[in-house]
T-cell receptor, first 109, second 115 residues
Framework: RKEVEQDPGPFNVPEGATVAFNCTYS??????FFWYRQDCRKEPKLLMS???SGNEDGRFTAQLNRASQYISLLIRDSKLSDSATYLC??????????FGKGTRLHILP | NAGVTQTPKFQVLKTGQSMTLQCAQD?????MYWYRQDPGMGLRLIYY???????DKGEVPNGYNVSRLNKREFSLRLESAAPSQTSVYFC??????????????FGNGTRLTVT
């Protein structure tokens, strides 16, 4: 099993819709979880950290399910500007930060 | 605020040439990282430095060397470039590394082509 796995997409979603991504991780001892956003040919940027109790930042909600070893990202009322690749990030074995390959999201007008 | 600064932004090398990618951060972060990103492969960790004076191998260290020059600077060296090292290289820093990692902050990247 890969350390971090994401559905590569692309997800093609109409503007205003709600979209959700999941990411699974293999290291049950992982303690740090993040979602990053990466625009084409740009550097990854932190979208939000993921906390055990779940957390929300505006239209974005992140959840952690330790029992099933996955994290999720929910985007409500999607905007054209949300089109990007979303990267799941987890600390793996030896506490090294591991990035998923990303899920591409296209918001359609 | 500069954050993480990488130089150069673009570089073309011939097979066998050497070069050093420079990275500096002004956030007083303890930990620094070098990643490469290739199509379909995602970001892969080359080397990291959890704190000044320490460096460790990541997932794909072969063909690279690093130097943590001081707390601010972390350089990546290609001694004898190969076409397989054509990639986008990102430097990143974080306040600390460990079980409860703090988020990474990235530089703008270096696009390297080896012919």
């Amino acid at each position: 099993r890969k350390e971090v796995e994401q559905d590569p997409g692309p997800f093609n979603v109409p503007e205003g819709a709600t979209v959700a991504f999941n990411c699974t991780y293999s290291n049950s001892a992982s303690q740090s979880f993040f979602w990053y956003r990466q625009d084409c040919r740009k550097e990854p940027k932190l979208l939000m950290s993921v906390y055990s109790s779940g957390n929300e930042d505006g239209r974005f909600t992140a959840q952690l399910n330790r029992a099933s070893q996955y994290i999720s990202l929910l985007i409500r009322d999607s905007k054209l500007s949300d089109s990007a690749t979303y990267l799941c990030v987890v600390n793996g074995r030896d506490d090294k930060i591991i990035f998923g390959k990303g899920t591409r999201l296209h918001i359609l007008p | 605020n500069a954050g993480v600064t990488q130089t150069p932004k673009f570089q073309v090398l011939k097979t066998g040439q050497s070069m050093t990618l420079q990275c500096a951060q002004d956030m007083n972060h303890n930990s620094m990282y070098w990643y490469r990103q290739d199509p379909g492969m995602g970001l892969r960790l080359i080397y990291y430095s959890a704190s000044e004076g320490t460096t460790d191998k990541g997932e794909v260290p072969n063909g690279y060397n690093v130097s943590r020059l001081n707390k601010r600077e972390f350089s990546l060296r290609l001694e004898s470039a190969a076409p397989s090292q054509t990639s986008v290289y990102f430097c990143a820093s974080s306040e600390w590394a460990g079980p409860y990692n703090s988020p990474l902050h990235f530089g703008n990247g270096t696009r390297l082509t080896v012919t």
